[in-house]
Each structure stands twice: as structure tokens, then as C-alpha cells.
């Protein structure tokens, strides 16, 4: 099943995508600020994500950098009813714009769009997590001494 988080700080944006795209099979995750958004993704890692430009606490470009800082190339789908403020989208990675009002089908159709078009982001998304570090010892045990002495030398 493919993830997406949707993130607007227009509750009835919200509601109205979470149907529609947990309907058509998706698991859905939303958020209504930047901060919110990048939290859910790094504990949800969707497939897409599908958020307005202008949300509180540093708006969708926030995410955007945050998350690629992060090396997370999940690909966005910035919906604003003003996205030629976004500038040259050819200079971003993963990235694609929507006009709002935005017809489901054309909405629909981008989301699978951008999902088929960047499998590797879907699978690294998806894939586990990095194994935890090594346990370290307590606190009254002795690490073994990789290099330990040579033994003593007896007279004969």
C-alpha cells in the first residue's frame, strides 16, 4: 500500500485529502505545520508527499530543504494557489506543483505519477531502518582489550 502525508493547515483541505486518497488505497498521515510534517515523515517515510506552500512554522519549502539536507528524496507535490512563487521547479529534486483549486483526478494522477517515476525514493522510504549501534558495556564491566599484552616471560 502506498503512504503519503498530507500536510495544509486548511483543516478541510486535510479531511477532504485524507478520504479521498485513503478510498483509493493509500495510508494517509497528515500535518498542519513544517515542523509537523518533517516529523511525520521521518517516523511514517511516505512514498509522497502532498503539501500547501504556505504553512506555519517555516513553510513547505522548510520541509523541503530539511528533508533533502536529511537525504530523504521522497518526492513533493507542492499544492498552492500560487505556484509560481516556488521559482525554476528544474532546480529542485523530486519536485512537482499543483495549482489549488486542483481537480481530484488531475491530483490523483500526478501522486501516482510521482510515485512511478521515483521508485528508488518509494524503496529507500521504505526500507528499514540502520540497525541500532553496539550496546555498550555497564558500567562495572570490562571491555575486552582488542590488543592485550604479550604473556609474561618466565627465566627458565
Do not use: C, W
Request: hydrophobic share 40%; proline share 14%.
Amino acid at each position: 500500500m502506498a503512504k503519503i502525508l498530507v500536510v495544509d493547515d486548511i483543516k478541510e483541505i486535510v479531511d477532504f485529502s485524507k478520504e479521498f486518497f485513503e478510498d483509493a488505497g493509500f495510508e494517509v498521515r497528515t500535518a498542519d505545520t513544517a515542523p509537523a510534517a518533517i516529523a511525520q515523515q521521518q517516523q511514517f517515510k511516505a512514498d509522497v508527499i502532498l503539501q500547501d506552500l504556505n504553512i506555519p512554522g517555516g513553510g513547505g519549502l522548510f520541509v523541503y530543504e530539511t528533508l533533502r539536507k536529511q537525504n530523504d528524496l521522497v518526492p513533493i507535490i507542492f499544492s498552492t494557489g500560487k505556484p509560481e512563487t516556488l521559482g525554476d521547479l528544474t532546480k529542485m529534486v523530486n519536485v512537482s506543483a499543483l495549482r489549488k483549486p486542483t481537480d481530484p483526478d488531475v491530483l490523483m494522477a500526478e501522486v501516482k505519477r510521482q510515485i512511478a517515476a521515483h521508485p528508488a525514493a518509494a524503496a529507500a522510504a521504505q526500507a528499514a531502518p540502520p540497525p541500532p549501534p553496539p550496546a555498550r558495556p555497564a558500567a562495572d564491566e570490562r571491555p575486552m582489550n582488542p590488543n592485550p599484552p604479550p604473556p609474561p616471560k618466565f627465566p627458565r
